[in-house]
């Protein structure tokens, strides 16, 4: 089915798996994890300019990319989230501790957002993930704010198709069981097919 989105917005139905990449290039993907709580994901496109200068100007340019960045933030990460992805372990005496230089896991990061005609559902493959950012804040008199908590990412992509994000519509073979066997990175068809 051809995208017929005019516009898109909210986010929903983050879920989250460990990404690996074997010697011989094969990807497991981990069981899809489900985080509730979505607020925000953002995710700019890592991008760098090469200019060659001839003819006393520029003669040649081009742009190139290498993933995205950005920051997911969520109304809490849940404590089974941080030990599953982040390295965090349980003490003995209860409770989950962060600990110094853990080692993590890049994982992939599957989503949906809503759009005027359809739901729209995407897939960053191979994310790293950097540390959970709270801000503890006093609570005003009469007033309940809740807080919420960020992660920044860095989405690196399969290293072999070069895929970092991809999105799948209604009527695509992978967009009924997107969220309990998300789609591994495929070949393609040449660009504008």
Same mark, same amino acid.
């Given at each position: 089915m051809a995208d017929t989105n005019?516009?898109?917005?909210?986010?929903?139905?983050?879920?989250?798996?460990?990404? +690996?990449?074997?010697?011989d290039g094969a990807i497991t993907m981990g069981a899809p994890y489900k985080l509730a709580g979505a607020?925000?994901?953002?995710? /700019?496109p890592q991008t760098s +300019?090469?200019?060659? @200068?001839? /003819?006393?100007?520029?003669?040649?340019? +081009?742009? @190139? +990319? @290498?993933?995205?960045?950005?920051?997911?933030?969520m109304a809490r990460f849940p404590d089974e989230f941080k030990t599953k992805f982040l390295g965090a372990v349980k003490r003995t005496d209860g409770g989950i501790a962060t600990i110094n230089n853990p080692v993590k896991k890049n994982v992939y990061i599957a989503f949906?957002?809503?759009? /005027?005609?359809?739901?729209?559902?995407?897939?960053?493959?191979?994310?790293a993930l950097g540390t959970i950012k709270k801000e503890y804040k006093t609570m005003e008199k009469n007033s309940k704010t809740p807080e919420t908590e960020s992660i920044d990412i860095t989405v690196v992509g399969d290293s072999a198709t070069g895929q970092s994000k991809f999105p799948f519509v209604p009527g695509d073979a992978a967009y009924n069981?997107?969220?309990?066997?998300?789609?591994?990175?495929l070949g393609t068809t040449a660009p504008g097919v």
């Open positions: 005019r516009v898109e917005f909210g986010l929903e139905k983050v879920t989250i798996g460990t990404y +690996e990449v074997g010697t607020v925000s994901l953002s995710a /700019d +300019e090469n200019t060659f @200068s001839a /003819d006393n100007g520029t003669y040649w340019a +081009e742009y @190139s +990319e @290498s993933g995205f960045k950005g920051t997911l933030t949906e957002g809503k759009g /005027d005609a359809h739901a729209r559902r995407t897939i960053f493959y191979n994310v069981n997107f969220f309990t066997a998300p789609p591994k990175p």
